[in-house]
């Protein structure tokens, strides 16, 4: 009755920590303070990971209770005060098959979803949109190809943040340029770098891809909501590393058909001044 009781109290706590670790309030795009666990997700992407990660560690906690309660039995029942003459066999075919059997078979029920999360991630379906992204020390560049925009995205320092519409809060996490893509639009993200290893990460989205000197790796995101989402270089890139953010701005099409025109309208007056210098 002891062990029953010790069992369900176990698997209790578990349940309500791994839900409190998880669930990471309501707001998307961006950490919180005092919060643990994942962003909000926005995408299918995002969901399933989340939802792997959940579901991995209710079997891990599983595994590490059965284990905890197995050894407490043994310890109780077989010590040598209760049992002072202890057996003298040395195998067990059925507990040896069953102890290799399990293993296996909880491996097979992880790799199933595992591999379809995998498949979904570097399955890219049609694109709507590619954008190039291009890691510098410590900078993002970005191209639209198909619209002929090119931008780079640079850190704001702190008294910078209210003249681009930001607040404090955003220190650390805001640029002073932003990718900007449409809802519901799959976007193809083509990442690379130009002096060391980068990598490219926004949490809400479940997108994080190395961005490599000489190699162009790729990814995908479905953003199903508008909003400003950050992210940050994920891969340690020099001494200012963690002053290399991200920041995605998803919109409704015709504000994204609009910020494209007024993009291309500001590169080509760009254009025209630089040729009439020259």
């Not at 698997?11 to 962003?39: C, H, I, N, T, Y």
């Not at 690379?192 to 000489?214: E, L, Q, R, Y």
């Not at 989402?229 to 590393?241: D, V």
């Amino acid at each position: 009755m002891r062990i029953a009781n010790l069992w369900a109290l176990t698997m209790a706590g578990v349940m309500f920590l791994s839900s409190s670790l998880v669930v990471a309030g309501e707001v998307a795009g961006r950490p919180v303070d005092g919060e643990m666990g994942f962003q909000r997700a926005v995408t299918e992407v995002a969901r399933d990971i989340q939802w792997l990660d959940n579901f991995l560690n209710y079997i891990s906690a599983a595994i590490v209770a059965f284990v905890t309660l197995l050894m407490l039995y043994v310890i109780v029942r077989y010590n040598k005060r209760v049992n002072p003459k202890p057996a003298s066999f040395t195998h067990n075919a059925r507990l040896e098959i069953a102890w290799t059997a399990i293993p296996v078979l909880i491996l097979v029920i992880i790799a199933i979803p595992s591999l379809r999360l995998l498949f979904l991630q570097l399955e890219v379906p049609e694109p709507d949109l590619t954008i190039k992204a291009t890691g510098s020390q410590w900078y993002w560049t970005y191209e639209y190809p198909d619209e002929a925009i090119e931008f780079d995205a640079v850190m704001l320092q702190k008294d910078e943040l209210t003249e681009y519409g930001y607040t404090a809060d955003d220190w650390l996490l805001a640029t002073d340029t932003r990718v900007v893509v449409p809802v519901n639009a799959v976007v193809h993200m083509l990442v690379t770098g130009s002096d060391v290893i980068h990598a490219w990460a926004i949490p809400s989205f479940g997108s994080k891809i190395d961005a490599v000197p000489g190699r162009l790796n790729e990814t995908w995101f479905r953003a199903e909501e508008t909003g400003v989402f950050y992210g940050q270089c994920s891969e340690l890139c020099g001494m200012n590393h963690s002053y290399m953010p991200i920041v995605v701005e998803v919109v409704s099409q015709p504000d994204y058909d609009a910020w494209v025109q007024t993009q291309q309208a500001m590169n080509g007056a760009a254009t025209t001044k630089l040729a009439a210098a020259e």
